[in-house]
């Protein structure tokens, strides 16, 4: 809450205010002998601004815990579609990725391509352990759902402190970070989560040991790498808007693009299981994505020269 109120005050000072009182700013400036004190009118704008923004932000931030809730008590109430269609799906034989990659491994003769052909058995071990989880899954769920709205309120807080023509560059903003959003998610969940679940689940150091794996450990696992592909495909927004306060600039992309691929390659190794295959397959978006990125800012860039030609 405090890095985005400064965030929006350090650019909203720029220009003028849209949210503050004119009649009392009026009133506080006139002073005796009809002269005015630019200081004493610049300390009360801050100081009215300052408390105002807070209002403004502090029902922002009311209405989208509101929308989470209400997208939490939705899956909370569905809780069958999201645990087994949803969450627990990935682990069985008849996933739809699970299905293809057991369709190539027979089409090519491979077997080591065939993933989840045995069920993993989840089993739980503690006594509030389903009802914590079904409580974190409806709250996950309510972020998910509701990401677009999040990010929509984020947008209408920080509106009013853009220019008119940087309000019209920015207002697809909420529309692609929803849909790269989206992406990610779907791409994790049906690509990366399957290839994790094969491979921590079926991994052993011994035949005496049986893998039981525990509720908690499983929805931990799912979660974080659904998220983890929510966030990383974010990449093209975070570099429009590093590149619109000239912090990213084209010419430094590309010097140092061996330097990112590595870095991207590492960022894979995080959120897919050890192994080489997982890892090239989650790379390979995130290259895509970083070139995006490159194209993204060159579009800035040449905009901002568009603009210091005009002015």
């Known amino acids: 809450m405090y890095i985005c109120l400064e965030f929006y005050w350090s650019i909203s000072l720029q220009i003028k205010p849209k949210h503050a009182n004119l009649n009392l700013m009026a009133e506080q400036e006139k002073l005796p002998g009809g002269k005015s ?26 209405r989208a815990v509101v929308a989470v809730v209400i997208f939490a008590i939705l899956a909370f109430a569905n809780y069958h579609f999201i645990f087994d269609t949803l969450i627990l799906k990935p682990k069985t034989p008849e996933f739809a990725t699970n299905q293809f990659f057991n369709w190539i491994s027979q089409v090519l003769n491979i077997p080591a391509l065939a993933i989840n052909d045995k069920p993993l058995q989840i089993i739980n071990i503690n006594m509030a352990g389903q009802f914590a989880t079904h409580i974190k899954i409806s709250l996950l769920a309510g972020v ?10 984020f947008w209408r807080f920080i509106r009013p402190a853009l220019y008119e023509k940087e309000q019209k560059y920015a207002t ?18 049906y690509l990366i989560v399957p290839l994790s679940v094969n491979f921590l689940g079926s991994y052993d150091i011994s035949d005496q040991i049986t893998n039981q794996i525990n509720l908690s450990s499983y929805i931990s696992t799912v979660s974080s790498i659904v998220l983890a592909g929510g966030v990383v495909f974010e990449l093209p927004v975070a570099i429009y808007f590093l590149s619109k306060v000239g912090l990213v600039t084209p010419a430094f992309m590309r010097r140092y693009r061996r330097h990112a691929y590595v870095v991207l390659l590492l960022l894979s190794a995080i959120i897919t299981p050890p192994d080489v295959f997982s890892q090239i397959m989650v790379c390979f978006p995130l290259v895509f ?11 800035v860039a040449k905009k901002r020269e568009e603009d210091l030609l005009e002015a």
């Open 172 to 189: 697809g903003a909420v529309v692609y970070s929803s849909l790269l959003f989206i992406i990610g998610i779907l791409f994790g969940y």
């Open 37 to 62: 004190t630019n200081e004493n009118r610049k300390k009360k704008e801050e100081e009215m601004s300052f408390l105002e923004h807070l209002e403004v932000l502090r029902w922002h931030l009311v």
């Open 289 to 299: 994505l970083y070139e995006i990125g490159i194209v993204i800012s060159k579009r």
């Open 144 to 153: 998910i759902l509701g990401f677009p709205y999040l990010f929509w309120e």
